[in-house]
């Protein structure tokens, strides 16, 4: 007798690495799960359901959640059948970029408030069921910047570090009620969302910023993120092949990076762990030797460099 499908609550999944990650767990060959894709706003629900096609009423089925709201949650479950979850995917996830000194601390918040309370509050909402019935698996969209900061890119970061930590403390605990916990840490992924946050920023005034500190945002960092994007950014799709493998897993990894073309970039602070090689070698490359960068990064999207994102 086949083992019943499992049942997969994912948040974000309006565009990007949420719905790609849906759709291909919706088609499964052997339909071992059974999807619930939400989004805080249904109004976009078009494209994940034109996506999903056939499996849209059968493996997977749409649901409102804001993960910044206690009743959205304790809805969103209600409407799951016998209200269990197997699998927990963290991924809704805001951005922000710029000088420190321009943005302003309730944008901070709204970032921490979604990617990680938002999280946190999943968490606490499944996690009585998982440790009832002794099992479950919880998977967190991180990103390597949750392994290492990145200029103009602080507050950001730290809430990925904030999800690292955590999680990584409630791996320990979690072991003892055959509960695992697996962070999965893309580089740049490339989306629609990505490219108008970049244009957006580019013309932001963010008050409060002195002149030399815009013209080295406008003028060295945003080139260069283009660059990085270009040169060795991911499809959402690439991202969520890579997360149905964890899922997939009959021992799930706690951490697993989808980009080995990025290696490089988070090589020098594993090389030094005072981590004054990677501020200082970053420094140089942005702010003294900025073709130079660009050139490396050009380097990093050749064919050499292209091995498989998951080894056989």
């Given at each position: 007798?086949?083992?019943?499908?499992?049942?997969?609550?994912?948040?974000?999944?309006?565009?990007?690495?949420?719905?790609?990650?849906?759709?291909?767990?919706?088609?499964?060959?052997?339909q071992r799960y059974q999807v619930v894709a939400t989004m805080r706003d249904l109004g976009k629900k078009g494209t994940l359901e034109a996506a999903a096609g056939?499996?849209?009423?059968?493996?997977?089925?749409?649901?409102?959640?804001?993960?910044?709201?206690?009743?959205?949650?304790?809805?969103?479950?209600?409407?799951?059948?016998?209200?269990?979850?197997?699998?927990?995917?963290?991924?809704?996830?805001?951005?922000?970029?710029?000088?420190?000194?321009?943005?302003?601390?309730?944008?901070?918040?709204?970032?921490?408030?979604?990617?990680?309370?938002?999280?946190?509050?999943?968490?606490?909402?499944?996690?009585?069921?998982?440790?009832?019935?002794?099992?479950?698996?919880?998977?967190?969209?991180?990103?390597?910047?949750?392994?290492?900061?990145?200029?103009?890119?602080?507050?950001?970061?730290?809430?990925?570090?904030?999800?690292?930590?955590?999680?990584?403390?409630?791996?320990?605990?979690?072991?003892?009620?055959?509960?695992?916990?697996?962070?999965?840490?893309?580089?740049?992924?490339?989306?629609?969302?990505?490219?108008?946050?970049?244009?957006?920023?580019?013309?932001?005034?963010?008050?409060?910023?002195?002149?030399?500190?815009?013209?080295?945002?406008?003028?060295?960092?945003?080139?260069?993120?283009?660059?990085?994007?270009?040169?060795?950014?991911?499809?959402?799709?690439?991202?969520?092949?890579?997360?149905?493998?964890v899922i997939g897993s009959a021992r799930p990894p706690l951490r697993r990076q989808t980009n080995t073309r990025y290696t490089p970039l988070i090589a020098l602070?594993?090389?030094?762990?005072?981590?004054?090689?990677?501020?200082?070698?970053?420094?140089?490359?942005?702010?003294?030797?900025?073709?130079?960068?660009?050139?490396?990064?050009?380097?990093?999207?050749?064919?050499?460099?292209?091995?498989?994102?998951?080894?056989?």
């Amino acid at each position: 007798m086949a083992d019943a499908a499992r049942t997969v609550l994912i948040s974000g999944c309006s565009s990007g690495i949420g719905l790609e990650l849906a759709v291909q767990l919706a088609r499964d060959p052997g339909q071992r799960y059974q999807v619930v894709a939400t989004m805080r706003d249904l109004g976009k629900k078009g494209t994940l359901e034109a996506a999903a096609g056939e499996a849209l009423g059968q493996t997977l089925t749409v649901a409102q959640l804001d993960v910044c709201s206690d009743e959205s949650v304790a809805q969103c479950l209600r409407c799951i059948q016998g209200g269990e979850v197997d699998v927990l995917v963290n991924n809704a996830g805001v951005g922000l970029v710029g000088p420190l000194e321009g943005l302003s601390l309730a944008a901070m918040q709204k970032v921490f408030d979604t990617n990680f309370f938002g999280a946190v509050r999943l968490v606490k909402a499944v996690l009585p069921g998982m440790k009832r019935r002794r099992q479950g698996h919880i998977v967190v969209v991180s990103s390597v910047m949750g392994l290492q900061g990145v200029v103009f890119n602080e507050v950001y970061a730290a809430s990925k570090f904030a999800m690292e930590g955590f999680f990584e403390s409630l791996a320990v605990q979690l072991l003892q009620f055959n509960i695992f916990i697996s962070l999965v840490e893309p580089g740049p992924v490339a989306t629609e969302f990505e490219g108008k946050l970049l244009e957006q920023v580019s013309t932001a005034e963010f008050p409060g910023t002195d002149a030399d500190t815009l013209n080295y945002f406008r003028n060295l960092y945003l080139p260069a993120s283009r660059e990085l994007f270009h040169s060795v950014g991911q499809s959402p799709q690439d991202v969520a092949k890579v997360i149905v493998k964890v899922i997939g897993s009959a021992r799930p990894p706690l951490r697993r990076q989808t980009n080995t073309r990025y290696t490089p970039l988070i090589a020098l602070k594993a090389m030094d762990p005072s981590g004054s090689l990677y501020v200082q070698t970053s420094h140089r490359l942005l702010f003294r030797w900025p073709r130079l960068l660009n050139l490396g990064l050009r380097c990093l999207a050749c064919s050499c460099f292209r091995t498989p994102v998951w080894p056989q």
